[in-house]
């Protein structure tokens, strides 16, 4: 620490924005190291990962389009985070936001919009889905105090459990059943409501949800930082109590907050679905929403930090499936990387703490 | 029909049992303040190195040790992030359960490669001479796992550490009013650091149970949420022993059902049984029974002078 005690205020807010990036070179060598413990070559295991995150156009594509969903689920943490709510339910948010997706695409109305609409709906159904499935947490917290970590927890299990409901009754999504090996799946949808290519490569399954997301993101940057309702989120989180009294309505705030979290969660499935998925089936929303919540809890509230963090992971789970695949070593070995790298960022906090108070 | 209901009280203690352990070992380090949403990590962990002991050397009772003893370990990690470096609990939850699910599903791939869902040795059942030949009682109670009469030992036992000991007070006290307990010459930290252990270890012999006792094999994430419902019942149970084992007894029958009624000829859909534990456990902790409060320095970690 003697070196830090220089006359440097940028240099130490440097160090302390570092520890991020420093717990990520350093759970990336834990994970190096593992490779190497199992037996694995490493040489083949870092190619395989290159390759299956940066190697070809329709790599390139999918790592982003992986990041998308990401950034997403991040923006709607960094936005219940600031009125300092912990939305972990992102998994069973894009589940519904699927459920509804998938249920207005298949349905031929919608299918039959013009001007672009019939993809639009189906977007807009996942999201209102995503902000109600958010919004009852939302409610619950209000009404009843329950801590939202719990009940959005319990709420994605149950989420999880509708996708496979959905997905085994004919009655509900479940795609004819012509023979005893008709999967448990819905029908794809039609092409009408697919969202369209970015590049008009064939080869790069890359969409417009890329768009969505940087707008969404920009807009989520203005609404923290410029506008009213950023403020009061703020103010609540910081003092309850206090922003109640100077008459800001406290309980309609969380809700809503819950409700946008929830709201980015359903837009990330209806997006999964009806840009690369085309069809609904049980566990398709998986492990994106813990992805998601990872790098909103890294980006420590920046919307740049989401957009950043959201690529890296969403290039390291694309580079992880590839090792599994190519090299023969686990994909659950992002899971530990990601689990380190969430463990020190927190266990880190006092240092980040005592590095800022001795800027002032 | 008794005898339907006999292996249905029979499969719901089997089933609750994992939870009863695991709840009331979070259950103490809650009343002490500190809230360990890595359960489920620690669950699965233990489930894993349970596993692997008692297929290492082929003594089950053995790899419940390494169950308690791995579990012991996590906890004792999260018990520095929470006491002493003051990290946010529930990120560091968070964070461990990303970590255990990765790390036993990459070891289990690595340690037993082709040779997965190969069985363990698995603990005995254990009929209680004389007991278990009783009609109705002796199949819903006495042909368990040696596990299940050990266990309610062991909850037993957390109860009266926690209502009748002076460790008991010492730890109500850390969870309620740090400051006080403080200054009452209660070493705060300590008391933290003990029941975070006492929680490791419950999550151990739940983990264990899992896999040694009743699946005899480790499977990917075999928990599967277990440790969630866990938590939901202690809150359900208002942060009180008897209560939260009643909850668990509940979510236990719940998840029974699953077997239950489609053997009676009763066809629910199954996705709906599923989610039974998941939306009792929502309706538990929405308050529907009346809300409780939880220990006032739960999740606030204590600095001396501030």
Known sequence: ?360 | MEETLAIFIASTLRLAMPLMLAASGELVSERAGVLNLSLEGMMLTAAFFGALGSWATGNPFLGVGCAVLAAVALSAVQAWLSVNLRANQLVVGIGFNILALGATTLLYRIIFGGLSREEIPGLPKLSVPGLSDLPFAGTAFFQQSVIVYFGFGLILLIWWMLNQTSFGLAVRAVGDEPRSADKAGIPVARTRWLAVLITGAMAGMAGAFISIADIHTFTENMTNGAGYLALAAVIFGGWNVGRTIAACLLFGAATALQFQLPAMGIHVPTAFLLMLPYLLALLAVAGVVGRLDPPTALTLPFQRGK
């Not at chain 1, 390759?51 to 709607?76: E, H, K, M, Q, Y």
């Not at chain 1, 012509?178 to 064939?202: Q, R």
């Not at chain 1, 003092?239 to 990330?268: C, D, K, Q, W, Y």
């Not at chain 1, 009806?274 to 049980?282: H, R, V």
Request: a neutral charge.
């Open chain 1, 1 to 360: 620490m003697t070196v830090l005690a220089l006359k440097m205020p940028d240099r130490r807010r440097l160090m302390a924005l570092s520890i991020p990036f420093a717990a990520v070179v350093g759970s990336m060598a834990i994970g190096l190291l593992l490779i190497a413990i199992s037996g694995k070559s490493v040489p083949d295991a870092i190619e395989a990962f290159i390759d299956g995150a940066f190697g070809t156009a329709f790599a390139v594509g999918a790592s982003i389009n992986r990041a998308v969903a990401l950034a997403l689920i991040g923006l709607g943490f960094i936005l219940a985070a600031r009125a300092n709510l912990t939305n972990v339910g992102g998994e069973g948010q894009i589940a519904v936001g699927g459920i509804a997706a998938t249920a207005f695409a298949l349905w031929q109305p919608v299918a039959d919009l013009p001007l672009g609409l019939a993809v639009i709906v189906p977007l807009l159904a996942g999201t209102l889905a995503g902000a109600v499935w958010g919004g009852i947490a939302g409610v619950m917290k209000v009404r009843f105090g329950t801590n939202e970590v719990i009940s959005t927890l319990l709420l994605g299990f149950v989420a999880l459990l509708m996708v496979y409901w959905c997905v085994q009754s004919t009655a509900l999504l479940r795609q004819p059943q012509t023979s005893s090996s008709t999967l448990p799946e819905s029908l794809p949808i039609p092409d009408a409501t697919k969202l369209p290519g970015l590049t008009g490569d064939p080869e790069s399954p890359l969409h417009i949800g890329l768009v969505l997301c940087l707008l969404l993101a920009l807009a989520t940057a203005v609404v923290l930082q410029r506008s009213t309702f950023g403020l009061r989120l703020r103010a609540i989180g910081l003092n309850e109590l206090a922003a109640r009294r100077a008459g800001m309505p406290g309980s309609l705030l969380l809700v809503v907050a819950l409700g946008i979290a929830g709201g980015f969660g359903g837009l990330t499935g209806a997006i999964m679905l009806q840009g690369e998925q085309f069809y609904l089936k049980a566990g398709f929303s998986s492990g994106y929403g813990f992805d998601g919540l990872v790098v909103g809890l890294l980006s420590r509230g920046s919307t740049l930090g989401v957009l950043a963090g959201a690529l890296f992971f969403g290039f390291l789970r694309s580079g992880g499936i590839s090792m599994e695949i190519m090299a023969g070593v686990p994909a659950a070995l992002t899971l530990v990387i990601q689990g380190l790298i969430v463990i020190a960022v927190a266990g880190s906090v006092i240092l980040v703490e005592k590095l800022e108070a001795e800027q002032r």
